[in-house]
Nanobody, 125 residues
Framework: VQLEESGGGSVQPGGSLRVSCAAS????????MGWFRQTPEKEREGVAF???????TYADSVKGRFTISKDNAKNTLYLQMNSLKPEDTAMYYC????????????????????WGQGTQVTVSS
């Protein structure tokens, strides 16, 4: 399975972006998927996840600003990012678990599953 992210780019603070992640083929039924981000200065951070029951979880740093969703029929994951801040600047990676997973297990299983190559998001004035 290959994951391909798209939709990154540059935006001013307060702006919005939507990044997408398309899987090359069907994953497990109702997959657990999510987004990580990383910069050279920081450790990788789990940003948002949507589990096999379609229940989302978010890092505290993005709650209220980011929304994760997925289209199981299209094998596609989305991350809508609003009210972007300079500290959101990072490479954003999509990940998908190889098994169904719920709750906090979703991030853990996604981390050891399939990964995309990343898409850069830059927030700067």
């Amino acid at each position: 399975v290959q994951l391909e992210e798209s939709g990154g780019g540059s935006v001013q603070p307060g702006g919005s972006l939507r990044v997408s992640c398309a899987a090359s083929r069907a994953l497990v039924s109702r997959p657990c998927m999510g987004w990580f981000r990383q910069t050279p200065e920081k450790e990788r951070e789990g940003v948002a996840f949507i589990d096999s029951d379609d229940i989302p979880t978010y890092a505290d740093s993005v709650k209220g600003r980011f929304t994760i969703s997925k289209d199981n029929a299209k094998n596609t994951l989305y991350l809508q990012m609003n009210s972007l801040k300079p500290e959101d600047t990072a490479m954003y990676y999509c990940a998908a678990a190889r098994v169904a997973a719920r709750g906090s297990w979703c991030q853990r299983w996604a981390e050891t599953g399939y990964w995309g190559q990343g898409t850069q998001v830059t927030v700067s004035s």
